[in-house]
């Protein structure tokens, strides 16, 4: 009788158990099913459920509680997929998840197939053998989901006792650091009202860093950055970054990265940002005790970088690292030096080609033997008594008197087309010559790259680019291309030094280091921009592969970018290009230290620092004109020494001697014209 009573208690606290039991993961499906449904996991269309577990024992349980989940899920909510056992695959959009595991191990096997998933999900995890909010392996799985960049995530738990808990971290608080990865009670679901003390299931983790450091790998490379000692900084990227820290509320870091490390950048496969793997990859613990064993940029030296990075897309999927949206368009062009200006006698025959001006010659000298030959044989004809003269008189746009002018309309015809003839080419003349006179005064340097290849200019670059500009240009010699013994900005000066010389050097560029070097430095003017494009390349922040920082890089530059910062940008340092070089408002150069990254840009003068906005007086200058005073004062020694000739040749009789030649050419010229 007493064994029956044993045994009947015994059932009784069985049933009791298994009621409670029941009465427990039917409050916990309820918990995780309300988190689903009214939070942003509720709002995306697939919601993506996982189940791992490391131990049989455990599986009846999650598949028990994986029933009264979907059971309990509003059914608008039909929309997902169930992954038993299997690992995750990174998903390039916006996504929900929910994981039922029993520990760390399981949930590491979730995530064994990727390395990071960019923020881009909403992840509820419910842990089955974890009951200590903070206690090792809570830490272990927090640290776990801030390297995979799993931000919006909650981790529900069972501690003992009728409690359920979410928990979360947050890796930059005002209270535990930067980058301290601490288990956070962020909410409590309470049995009795069977609701979630908080709606703010996924709270904002990375709209404040509070002050801490983010480290920033870059080079000296202005104008994309340059760092001054003050702390600020000068450049297109240096005020991307500055207004990115201000947002953000961050501190910026700097590592400068040396010649080997910038080189290595320019490798397709991207390996410089890349983090070494441990060699086994079973024990999760091992890979947080080494930091995920990394060698490269991300992870050892820095958080992100930036300095001109060029888009690389030949690696595709296996590329090691991710790219923020671009913030900038590069273009890449060659600036030349200008060539020896036109001296003063070329530029009186600057309006035509030289082709025409041997037309023009050739014309002359047939109108000349023309008269020569009316002259000799048509003596009756009466014709001026200098008639080469008025010839001349004709073409320079002079009249003949009336008894000159031809008595018939063949005579006449010839007359007036030798008229418009003239007159058309004095017209084009003086125009070409008020142009040449006002704008151009230099000689025309080459408008195209053909030109610059055909000219055999010697193309200096740095020597990371030759590849690309060998692949972008196949015409270009190899002998052409000689490397720069330091930056594009630095090489300018002596580029403009070699303008007015017979020197043909060009520098290959962005676009806009040619435009900033133009705003800050008066040699500017004593080089040539190239205007077609060589190529294009994109710049934007790079980051650990599938890193949470590529999304707040994003909507920073989204937000750059909607409030005109990028437009102010290039007005600032670009658009100089563009402008005349009557109406350049130049901005005051700062001298900057070997530290500061720019060796050898001397300032502005003083008066040159007042050229703000100023407009040169647009007239002809004296040198402008000295080839119009030259021949003035060339033409009257000539007349004068003629003169003296006149006085002087009678008086030592060489009049005689002078006849004779006359009459000795006079002969020769009536034989050629006979023969």
């Avoid at 060659?334 to 082709?355: G, H, I």
């Avoid at 009466?382 to 018939?408: A, F, I, K």
């Avoid at 030094?497 to 806009?512: D, F, K, N, W």
Wanted: proline residues 4%; neutral net charge; hydrophobic residues 45%.
């Amino acid at each position: 009788m007493r064994y029956r009573y044993w045994l009947y208690t015994l059932w009784c606290c069985s049933l009791v158990a298994s009621t409670l039991e029941s009465s427990s993961d039917r409050h916990l499906a309820e918990a995780l099913a309300q988190v689903v449904a009214n939070s942003e996991m509720g709002r995306l269309k697939t919601l993506y459920i996982y189940t791992h577990t490391s131990s049989p024992s455990t599986g009846g349980h999650l598949e028990e509680l994986l029933d009264q989940v979907l059971m309990t899920l509003p059914s608008n909510l039909q929309a997902r997929r169930l992954l038993l056992q299997q690992s995750m695959e990174y998903k390039p959009y916006v996504h929900a998840v929910l994981a039922l595991v029993d520990g760390l191990a399981s949930l590491t096997a979730i995530y064994a197939g990727i390395r990071a998933t960019q923020d881009l999900s909403h992840t509820l995890i419910y842990m089955s053998l974890a009951t200590d909010a903070y206690g090792a392996e809570m830490q272990a799985v927090l640290r776990l989901l801030w390297h995979l960049s799993v931000l919006n995530v909650g981790v529900v738990l069972r501690p003992p006792g009728e409690h359920i808990l979410m928990v979360s971290y947050f890796p930059f608080s005002a209270w535990h650091g930067c980058q301290v990865i601490s288990p956070n009670v962020v909410n409590r679901y309470q049995v009795g009202t069977g609701q979630w003390a908080s709606r703010d299931y996924f709270p904002s983790k990375l709209g404040n860093f509070y002050g801490c450091l983010l480290t920033c790998a870059t080079w000296e490379d202005m104008p994309y950055l340059v760092w001054r000692r003050s702390g600020s900084f000068v450049g297109i990227e240096g005020a991307l970054l500055q207004f990115m820290a201000t947002n953000l509320n961050f501190s910026v870091g700097l590592y400068w990265m040396n010649k080997e490390e910038v080189l290595a950048t320019f490798d397709e496969s991207g390996t410089i940002f890349d983090e070494v793997r441990p060699v086994s990859t079973s024990s999760y613990l091992y890979r947080l005790d080494c930091n995920w064993c990394s060698l490269q940029i991300f992870g050892h030296h820095a958080d992100f970088s930036l300095g001109g990075f060029h888009f690389k897309p030949s690696a595709g999927s296996e590329i090691p690292y991710s790219q923020s949206t671009y913030y900038f368009m590069s273009h890449i062009m060659l600036v030349t030096n200008l060539q020896s200006a036109y001296s003063a006698y070329e530029k009186l025959s600057f309006p035509f080609a030289p082709l025409l001006w041997r037309a023009i010659g050739v014309v002359l000298i047939l109108a000349c033997l023309l008269l020569m030959l009316v002259l000799r044989w048509w003596h009756h004809h009466e014709l001026p008594v200098n008639p080469y003269y008025e010839l001349w008189v004709l073409t320079s746009g002079g009249n003949l008197q009336d008894r000159l002018l031809p008595q018939r309309f063949p005579g006449r015809l010839v007359l007036l087309t030798w008229l418009f003839a003239t007159l058309v080419l004095r017209s084009g003349y003086q125009s070409g010559m008020y142009q040449l006179l006002r704008q151009d005064t230099q000689r025309n340097p080459p408008q195209t790259i053909a030109e610059v290849l055909a000219q055999r200019y010697t193309i200096q670059l740095g020597e990371v680019n030759e590849a690309r500009i060998l692949a972008s240009l196949p015409e270009l010699r190899p002998e052409q291309l000689v490397y720069l013994a330091g930056s594009e900005l630095q090489s300018f000066p002596a580029l403009a030094r070699q303008s007015g010389s017979s020197a043909r050097l060009a520098i290959l560029t962005p676009y806009e280091y040619f435009g900033y070097f133009r705003k800050v430095h008066p040699m500017s003017r004593r080089l040539h921009l190239v205007r077609e494009r060589i190529y294009t390349q994109q710049l934007a922040f790079y980051v650990r592969r599938h890193s949470h920082l590529v999304g707040v890089l994003n909507k920073q530059i989204q937000h750059a970018h909607a409030h005109g910062f990028l437009e102010h940008w290039t007005r600032q340092y670009v658009s100089a290009v563009d402008e005349k070089d009557e109406s350049v408002a130049r901005i005051a150069s700062t001298s900057y230290s070997t530290l500061d990254g720019i060796d050898g840009d001397p300032s502005l003068s003083a008066m040159e620092e007042q050229q703000v906005a100023t407009v040169r007086q647009n007239v002809l200058s004296m040198r402008e004109l000295a080839a119009l005073f030259w021949l003035i004062l060339w033409a009257n020694l000539a007349a004068v020494v003629v003169f003296l000739l006149e006085l002087l040749l009678p008086k030592i009789k060489f009049g005689k001697l002078l006849g004779k030649m006359n009459s000795r050419i006079s002969k020769c010229i009536s034989n050629l014209v006979r023969d």
